[in-house]
């Protein structure tokens, strides 16, 4: 089993940047095989994506609401993955969940992802 722990949220004005963390443990999981995704999901919304990272973090894929905006990253050796916000707006006040594949691509899908973490609560005030 995989756990994945994600940190960084709050409330920050228009503007403003957020670091999202997401640490993931577990016996199983591998950072170097595995892809990892940020995913986010606002009130009375479906749950969209936000960026993914292959293993080996050569392919990093976002979506067009934060391409520019975002940038997602990974320290294997610390099994960890980041969301750089910057510029941030209201329309991105959201929860957002961290996702970690068995694959490598970084899938924009949200079936692709196999564990899930608990989410971190973003707001931003206009």
């Known amino acids: 089993q995989v756990q994945l722990v994600e940190s960084g949220g709050g409330l920050v004005q228009a503007g403003d940047s957020l670091r999202l963390s997401c640490a993931a443990s577990?016996?199983?999981?591998?950072?170097?095989?595995?892809?990892m995704g940020w995913f986010r999901q606002a009130p009375g919304k479906e749950r969209e994506f936000v960026a993914a990272?292959?293993?080996?973090?050569?392919?990093?894929p976002y979506a067009d609401s934060v391409k520019g905006r975002f940038t997602i990253s990974r320290d294997n050796a610390k099994n960890t993955v980041y969301l750089q916000m910057n510029s941030l707006k209201p329309e991105d006040t959201a929860v957002y969940y961290c996702a970690a594949s068995k694959n490598w691509y970084p899938s924009r899908r949200i079936s692709e992802y196999d564990y899930w973490g608990q989410g971190t609560q973003v707001t931003v005030s206009s």
């Open positions: 577990g016996r199983t999981f591998s950072s170097s095989s595995s892809s």
């Open positions: 990272i292959s293993g080996r973090t050569t392919m990093t």
